[in-house]
């Protein structure tokens, strides 16, 4: 079974500018997450998708970052206009039930450097 | 709101035991743990289910005290590839859905 695919996995950009991530899931996983995780910290759930609805952004900064999830599947993430903060690696994980309890399978992650 | 660990850094021979903690001040569905190693993303490691249930790696234990909102791993007989960061994960019912936090992370040192 393929695991979270991620890309790009690094990736460098100057301040104000923007930059997307993609995230594809395990196949058939219902809900899928984005995390930012900024060096020696646990990961920071930006938002949380149930096939292409989204259940939970209440940690988004929403006037710079967007995320949506195509045909339930495929999902983006989005920075704009990038700020130093901003540095950080950003993981897709996604799991295969809509209620609680099922485990999160992580993909590699991209690693943001804003400079 | 996010769930604190402890400790927060433990360094062990090989061999030997360690217990984490997790602890919450919501009341919470579940509790999961990960290990992350560096410059690698987390992988699962157990589940706890207000109620009981547990499902996980044969060769990991853990425990959750529903009443204390607390949840405790245990590592025993460590091996050098337990070490990593350990993270809890819970679960808590709120707004229409569960909610999702990770803890503040357990750094593990496991030394020949």
């Known amino acids: 079974e393929a695991g979270v695919a991620q890309s790009p996995r690094y990736k460098i950009i100057e301040k104000r500018q923007s930059v997307a991530f993609w995230c594809n899931p395990i196949?058939?996983?219902?809900?899928l997450y984005w995390y930012q995780q900024i060096l020696g910290q646990g990961p920071k759930l930006l938002i949380q998708f149930q096939n292409n609805g989204v259940v939970d952004d209440s940690q988004l900064p929403k006037d710079r970052f967007s995320a949506e999830r195509l045909k339930g599947v495929d999902s983006t993430l989005k920075i704009q206009p990038a700020k130093l903060e901003d540095s950080a690696v950003y993981l897709c994980?996604?799991?295969?039930?809509?209620?609680?309890?099922?485990?999160?399978?992580f993909g590699p992650g991209t690693r943001l450097t804003v400079t | 709101q996010q769930p604190v660990q402890s400790p927060q850094a433990v360094i062990l021979r090989e061999g030997e035991d360690a217990v984490i903690n997790c602890s919450s001040s919501?009341?919470?569905?579940?509790v999961h743990w990960y290990r992350q190693k560096h410059g690698e993303a987390p992988v699962f490691l157990m589940i706890l289910l207000k109620g009981g249930e547990q499902k996980g790696h044969e060769k990991i234990s853990a425990s959750f005290n529903e009443k204390k909102q607390q949840s405790s791993l245990y590592l025993t007989a460590s091996q050098l590839s337990y070490s990593g960061t350990y993270f809890c994960?819970?679960?808590?019912w709120g707004s229409g859905t569960y909610k999702y936090i990770f803890g503040t992370g357990t750094r593990l040192k496991v030394l020949a």
């Open positions: 994960g819970t679960e808590r």
């Open positions: 196949s058939g996983h219902a809900t």
């Open positions: 919501k009341a919470l569905y579940s």
């Open positions: 994980a996604s799991s295969p039930g809509v209620t609680g309890g099922y485990e999160q399978y």
